[in-house]
C-alpha cells in the first residue's frame, strides 16, 4: 500500500499501473489481486491503514498530549498534512470509498473526532450537554471546508494554523455580548 501511494504521488493515479506497483513493491501481480480487486481498492485499505495510524498517534501513551482539545487539533492536522489529502488523490479517494463497503474516510474522521470529543467532555474542556456526534460533525465539516478552501488558493496563513484558529473560534463561540438565544 505504502509502495502504491509513493508512486501515485510520484506520478499520478491515474498513471500509475498495477503492474508499476507489483514491480515497485517486488510482489507478483496475483499477489496484489489476492489482496486488493482493483487499484481503486487500495485506496480505501490506504485510508483504513492511514486512520489506524492516525488513532495510534493519539495516545497519550504515544507522545499525544493530555488534553483531548489539543488530540482534536492535532488529528485535524495530521490528517491535513498527509499524503491521501493531496487534492486530485482526495477526490480519488472519496470516490473509492463510495463505491466500495469497507472503510469510508468520511464517516471515520467523524467517528475518530466524536470520541475525542466525548473525551474532552469528560475532561469538562467541551460542554457536556453537547452531542459528541454533532461536534464531530461540525469539526469534520470545518475541517474539509477549510481543505477545500486551501486547495483552491486561499490561504491567509499555513492550513495547520488555520484548523487551529478555526478550532479555537468554534469553542470558543462567536457570540457577542448582546446576543441571546431566540427560539
Not at 1 to 19: I, K, P, Q, S
Not at 127 to 137: E, N, Q, R, T, Y
Amino acid at each position: 500500500m505504502e509502495t502504491a501511494l509513493r508512486l501515485f504521488r510520484e506520478h499520478g493515479y491515474d498513471a500509475t499501473t498495477v503492474e508499476e506497483i507489483t514491480e515497485a513493491a517486488d510482489v507478483a501481480k496475483g499477489t496484489f489481486f489476492n489482496y486488493f480487486e482493483t487499484k481503486e481498492a487500495v485506496l480505501p485499505a490506504l485510508a483504513g491503514l492511514r486512520l489506524q495510524q492516525l488513532e495510534e498517534s493519539l495516545l497519550p501513551e504515544h507522545g499525544a498530549p493530555a488534553s483531548p482539545v489539543a488530540r482534536i487539533k492535532l488529528a485535524l492536522r495530521l490528517v491535513a498534512e498527509d499524503s491521501l489529502s493531496d487534492p486530485a488523490l482526495t477526490r480519488r479517494l472519496f470516490a473509492a470509498g463510495m463505491r466500495h463497503q469497507g472503510i469510508r474516510p468520511v464517516h471515520a474522521l467523524m467517528k475518530l473526532l466524536s470520541e475525542q470529543v466525548r473525551q474532552a467532555q469528560a475532561a469538562g474542556e467541551i460542554s457536556a450537554d453537547l452531542d459528541p456526534i454533532h461536534v464531530g460533525g461540525m469539526l469534520r465539516a470545518l475541517f474539509f471546508q477549510q481543505v477545500i478552501v486551501y486547495h483552491h488558493g486561499y490561504r491567509p496563513a499555513p492550513l495547520p494554523e488555520t484548523l487551529n484558529t478555526m478550532v479555537n473560534l468554534l469553542l470558543d463561540g462567536i457570540a457577542g455580548p448582546k446576543w441571546r438565544q431566540v427560539s
